[in-house]
């Protein structure tokens, strides 16, 4: 994707790609470049709430059903 005028540093054009250490901005002028955070895959914090709430300890097995259950 190409963002027109968005450089921080020099306003030139910048692109977004990929690599293996993950999603990045990079500017075609000034060579500028931000990594770009993504999000983990697992929301821990909505899983440790589901099982605080359902009144699972933890080890205990909790079935997929009801995991996908609970994010609907």
Do not use: W
Not at 3 to 9: A, D, H, Q, S, V
Not at 17 to 43: K, M, N, S, T, W
Not at 62 to 68: A, C, I, P, R
């Amino acid at each position: 994707m190409l963002n027109l005028k968005g450089c921080p540093r020099c306003n030139g054009d910048m692109y977004s790609d990929r690599d293996v250490y993950g999603r990045f901005i990079h500017c075609l002028q000034c060579g500028h470049y931000i990594h770009v955070r993504e999000e983990p895959a697992i929301d821990h914090d909505a899983l440790l709430k589901f099982l605080q709430d359902t009144g699972k300890a933890p080890g205990v097995k909790v079935e997929d059903s009801e995991l996908v259950a609970s994010a609907q």
